[in-house]
């Protein structure tokens, strides 16, 4: 069975602050995705990764996907108040997902 | 253009009563999921649906069916629920692009079973 682990599971930091996810696996994906979600509502998709060592940007976030494809990283620049959710990792494999526990995010204005 | 949609929104059942959980997508994605998300233990697979006709168990798929109606619907149902099946379900659908699989999430169900 493959999984994903996640840390930290909780993160509660001031508006203006930076802060990074990570994600981690024993097992290697096919791409990996990354996923907000609002209390009451779905998971969003934010980025795909696809090849070892690739970095995505959007906006205030970077996103790194490891060069053996095992894990991945999330890195918030400025945190505002908007960017507070529910973090998820998932690893694909076929049409299938694996999705990490998640990071649950505050950020404090 | 919807999305994924989700009903009901939310829902009470006394342990032992049945329900069904239905989704449909207007994206015209092949691919159709229903999942399951408890505090602290992320999504968990229950079914899947590659393509219309075809359904297959996921990692959770004990005390559910699922039933492809076509292209568009994908419904879960719950024969005998049970207190443990108190969760928020999601249903997703995924379209291939390239290498990935991307999937969409509906609004979510939420179930309690007292």
């Known amino acids: 069975t493959q999984l994903l682990e996640q840390s930290p599971q909780f993160l509660s930091i001031q508006e203006g602050e930076n802060l990074t996810v990570y994600c981690n696996s024993s097992s290697v994906f096919s791409s990996l995705q990354w996923y907000r979600q609002e209390p009451g509502e779905g998971p969003v998709l934010l980025v795909t990764v696809v090849t070892g060592g690739e970095v995505k940007k959007l906006k205030r976030l970077t996103f790194q996907f490891g060069d053996a494809r095992k894990d991945s990283s999330l890195h918030i620049t400025a945190a505002q108040p908007g960017d507070t959710g529910l973090y998820l990792c998932a690893g694909a494999g076929g049409n299938k997902l694996v999705f990490g526990a998640g990071t649950i995010l505050r950020v404090k204005s | 253009n919807a999305g994924v949609t989700q009903t009901p929104k939310f829902q009470v059942l006394k342990t032992g009563q049945s329900m069904t959980l239905q989704c449909a997508q207007d994206?015209?994605?092949?691919?159709m999921y229903w999942y399951r998300q408890d505090p602290g233990m992320g999504l968990r697979l229950i079914y899947y649906?590659?393509?219309?006709?075809?359904?297959d168990k996921g990692e959770v798929p004990n005390g559910y069916n699922v039933s492809r109606l076509n292209k568009r619907e994908f419904s879960l149902r719950l024969e005998s629920a049970a207190p443990s099946q108190t969760s928020v379900y999601f249903c997703?659908?995924?379209?291939?692009?390239?290498?990935?699989?991307?999937?969409?999430f509906g609004p979510g169900t939420r179930l309690t079973v007292t």
């Open positions: 649906s590659a393509s219309e006709g075809t359904t």
């Open positions: 997703a659908s995924s379209v291939y692009s390239g290498l990935i699989y991307e999937q969409y």
């Open positions: 994206m015209n994605h092949n691919s």
